[in-house]
């Protein structure tokens, strides 16, 4: 690809995630929130506490519009894949404040848990979608559990739920809520993960927290 292709479809990708904040942002207007957090989160979002949030990849839509609501101005970076996707998501994220960490499982892995503890240990708070960017759906890969071991900064699991959405044919079946429809919002408590953990631990940890964002609703 010349360095002018190049150029043009990153302007390309650009424009996307622009365009794709835009709608987030009109359709956010008239969406209802309902936030249940019991264990209190939100005030740590809000003064913004190093911790690393997750939720599933098809719930990305109603995810920046939770972030501006509850934690506010926190710093904050969130993990996006290193491929042409990854890029319209770094546009995206970037019009709500929020930075962006570019690497997966199976590209610039090692460098981006370098970048991500970095970023925890400046006292930002993490977005990770740990079923993408490929999948498969609702199933939690190793790499947030290694995080959380690594940098010894807790996991706070969110479960959003749509009154009214389209679902789009994707490999997660991703989200769009309806105008006018309602999101609720479940926070759960914080699961610290030990630095010292065998195998069989360390998938008793993982089950653990994949078992937390399924909830009983996913489909």
């Not at 770094?90 to 991500?116: C, D, H, N, Y």
């Not at 759906?137 to 995080?147: A, D, F, H, M, N």
């Not at 309602?182 to 759960?188: A, D, L, M, P, S």
Request: proline content about 5%; some cysteine.
């Amino acid at each position: 690809m010349s360095d002018r292709a190049e150029i043009r479809g990153a302007k390309l990708h650009w424009l996307a995630g622009k365009l794709a904040a835009l709608l987030m942002r009109v359709v956010g207007l008239t969406l209802r929130y309902e936030v249940n957090d019991p264990s209190g989160q939100k005030t740590k979002a809000k003064e913004g506490v190093p911790v690393i949030w997750i939720f599933w990849h098809n719930c990305l839509f109603a995810s920046p519009l939770t972030k501006k609501r509850y934690s506010g101005r926190a710093k904050a970076s969130a993990l996006a894949s290193a491929s042409k996707d990854g890029a319209i998501i770094e546009s995206l994220v970037a019009s709500f404040g929020v930075k962006t960490v570019r690497g997966s499982s199976s590209r610039r892995g090692v460098a981006a848990l370098i970048a991500l503890k970095k970023a925890l240990k400046a006292g930002e708070q993490l977005f990770i979608t740990p079923d993408g960017p490929r999948g498969p759906r609702y199933e939690l890969q190793p790499g947030v559990i290694k995080l959380a071991q690594s940098s010894g900064v807790p996991i706070i699991p969110v479960r959003f739920e749509h009154s009214s959405s389209w679902r789009l044919n994707s490999w997660d079946r991703f989200y769009i809520p309806k105008p006018f429809s309602k999101i609720t919002v479940y926070v759960g408590h914080a699961i610290n993960v030990p630095t010292k953990l065998d195998a069989e631990e360390f998938e008793r940890y993982r089950k653990k927290v994949q078992n937390t964002l399924n909830g009983s609703s996913h489909k």
